[in-house]
């Protein structure tokens, strides 16, 4: 039996409420499904016992759904694991800020059964949604687990947090969130060359003070920007693959697949600690560099709080030749503070790393 809401029917919501939250509290695992079609009666993956709570038409409505009825008073905490299956098809999806995370509880969104699920930020003038998913600041453990999407035609991917700066331009040096998965996702399409005007684009996955995410097995393809920005400066080099920024640390980036990166496939950014990059192939990426690391040094910003980055680990990465509109002749796999003076190299070799058509 399915318990659903439609917006033409209402079923039971009273009985809907009790028997969540009778779940919840034996710590049973809920389930939502978004589905093209409403009255979709698929079984829940794995799970012959178990009924969909919810089914919708969209992932923002799965969304709101779970912080009205499957969230504790404390601000939009999830009280049990919860897994959101979406079918197969191309669901037209503008920004959403996630919210419905907790320290203790996983909340997953995953692809039906490896069913081809196509998110896509594109309007009819031609624009792009500026940004997929943007996890919402927790000041701590958010446990998001994103696997087997496809996401494209987007200004920015998925950004774990967002920059925080205070009056005086310092930077925020906390968690906003940590232990996440990005696993079997593909990445394409994204940045303003897929735009019909300029939008401010920097990363398909951005990851700002958050600590203990794992990236594995993703293919981040087509990352690129093409034009001037409001100062007529060429923002080809700023839109990276995977961007690590603002203290975070403890991140494993592993097995992953990159292919035309305008910027770098992966930059790190103030403070960035101890993260491991480790079994990646990436062609035809990067300006400068293949995995490059870059802050506001005092040298040439008198007034930065930035810091380097260090014990960055690089081992078993394939790397073959710089993005195709690339100046630079000679592309290293690694590159300190690109552009900006003080080159500080503290990341550790960790062996097996291989380069086609530059140095180590």
């Not at 009778?22 to 409403?38: P, R, T």
């Not at 912080?67 to 504790?72: E, K, P, Q, V, Y």
């Not at 701590?140 to 996401?151: F, H, M, P, Y």
Request: charged fraction near 20%; proline fraction near 3%; include cysteine.
């Amino acid at each position: 039996m399915h318990i659903m809401l439609v917006k033409e029917k209402l079923i039971p919501i009273l009985l809907l409420v009790v028997l969540n939250s009778l779940s919840l509290m034996a710590g049973n695992e809920m389930y939502v499904l978004v589905s093209k079609d409403i009255m979709d009666n698929a079984p829940v993956p794995g799970k012959p016992k178990a009924n969909f709570s919810f089914i919708c038409s969209n992932l923002e409505e799965a969304h709101n759904y779970i912080i009205d009825n499957m969230c504790g008073p404390n601000d939009c905490e999830i009280e049990g694991d919860i897994t959101i299956y979406i079918r197969k098809g191309t669901y037209k999806q503008n920004h959403i800020l996630w919210k419905a995370t907790s320290p203790n509880h996983r909340l997953k969104i995953k692809s039906f059964e490896n069913e081809e699920v196509i998110f896509d930020g594109k309007a009819p003038d031609g624009t792009l949604a500026q940004i997929f998913i943007e996890i919402a600041n927790r000041k701590g453990r958010t446990n998001v687990w994103i696997e087997g999407l496809i996401v494209q035609n987007y200004a920015n991917g998925i950004w774990f947090g967002n920059t925080i700066r205070d009056d005086n331009g310092n930077y925020f040096q906390g968690i906003q969130n940590s232990h996440n998965v990005i696993k079997n996702n593909v990445f394409r399409n994204i940045g303003n060359k897929h735009s019909n005007s300029y939008q401010e684009s920097y990363s398909a996955l951005g990851i700002n003070n958050s600590y203990d995410n794992k990236i594995t097995g993703n293919t981040f393809c087509h990352n690129e920007n093409d034009k001037l920005n409001e100062r007529k400066y060429r923002t080809n080099s700023l839109m990276h693959s995977i961007y690590l920024a603002h203290y975070s640390s403890r991140n494993i980036i592993k097995d992953n697949y990159f292919s035309n990166c305008s910027g770098d496939a992966i930059r790190l950014r103030n403070g960035c600690e101890n993260n491991i990059i480790d079994g990646n192939y990436i062609l035809l990426s990067g300006t400068l560099g293949f995995i490059t690391e870059w802050y506001r040094t005092r040298k040439k910003y008198p007034n930065s709080t930035e810091e380097p980055s260090s014990g960055t680990v690089l081992k078993n990465n394939i790397c073959a030749y710089p993005y195709p509109f690339s100046s630079e002749k000679t592309i290293t796999i690694y590159r300190s503070n690109v552009n900006n003076g003080e080159l500080n190299d503290r990341y550790i070799d960790g062996g097996n790393n291989f380069v086609i058509g530059g140095p180590f």
